[in-house]
């Protein structure tokens, strides 16, 4: 699975279902998905992992962790990971890798957000 196959095949209709605006960004510098319900904005960056194992590592360009790190020492949240692992769609704060254990945990806190708005 792609970025772009997840987006196109999962992502834009089940967020519509939900009456969420999702729009997908094609810029370089800007997380790929933008996200808005009433007044609560989400970015969210979009990584594929096909396979299992013990540490989950997306494959981050470079400086796109220090940019969302910039961010949040400004006091903005609004950034989140979706990342398809082994057919499963997870909603995680992004993290340069990711435990088993942080997978079960962390999997919805952004959509959960998302949604009671």
């Known amino acids: 699975m792609t970025e772009s196959e997840l987006y196109q095949k ?3 209709s089940f967020f519509k279902q939900r009456g969420i ?3 997908r960004v094609e810029h370089r510098r800007l997380p790929d998905v933008y996200l808005s319900r009433g007044n ?7 990584k594929c992992v096909n396979k299992k194992s013990k540490i989950v590592k997306p494959d981050w360009r470079p400086g ?24 499963k ?3 995680l704060p992004p993290q340069k890798e990711y435990t088993q254990e942080e997978l ?9 957000t998302m949604l009671l708005m």
């Open 10 to 12: 999962h992502l834009k």
């Open 21 to 23: 605006f999702c729009y």
């Open 40 to 46: 609560y904005v989400l970015w969210a960056e979009l």
């Open 64 to 87: 796109q962790l220090a940019w969302i790190k910039e961010n949040h020492f400004h006091g903005s949240f609004n950034v989140c990971l979706i990342l398809w692992y082994v057919d």
């Open 89 to 91: 769609i997870l909603y």
């Open 104 to 112: 079960k945990c962390q999997k919805n806190i952004y959509l959960k």
